[in-house]
């Protein structure tokens, strides 16, 4: 598995387009499971239980942590 340092500046353009590519990739799995869960609740007409609204919260911090994470990579040129 490849890691990322995503404090590093100089990235080649091919490291950051498949870091950027996998960070979105998550980013939408995270949005898509949040999603879920959120409908699931609606859906349920009642009020849902502290484990799924722990796991609405836990996905929404790490939704955060990833679009910052997407928004600090270096911009690409060209």
């Known amino acids: 598995m490849k890691r990322y340092n ?3 500046c100089a990235i080649d ?3 950051g387009k498949h ?3 996998d960070l979105e990739r998550l980013l939408s799995s995270l949005i898509d ?3 879920q869960l959120i409908t699931m609740c609606a859906k349920s007409k009642s009020f849902p239980d ?3 609204l722990q796991k609405i919260a836990t996905l929404e911090l ?3 942590a ?3 994470a997407i928004a600090n990579l270096p911009k690409q040129s060209g």
Do not use: F, K, S
């Open 6 to 8: 995503l404090r590093v």
């Open 13 to 15: 353009n091919e490291d």
């Open 19 to 21: 870091m950027l590519d």
């Open 33 to 35: 499971a949040q999603t």
């Open 50 to 52: 502290n484990n799924t």
């Open 62 to 64: 790490n939704i955060a």
């Open 66 to 68: 990833v679009e910052t």
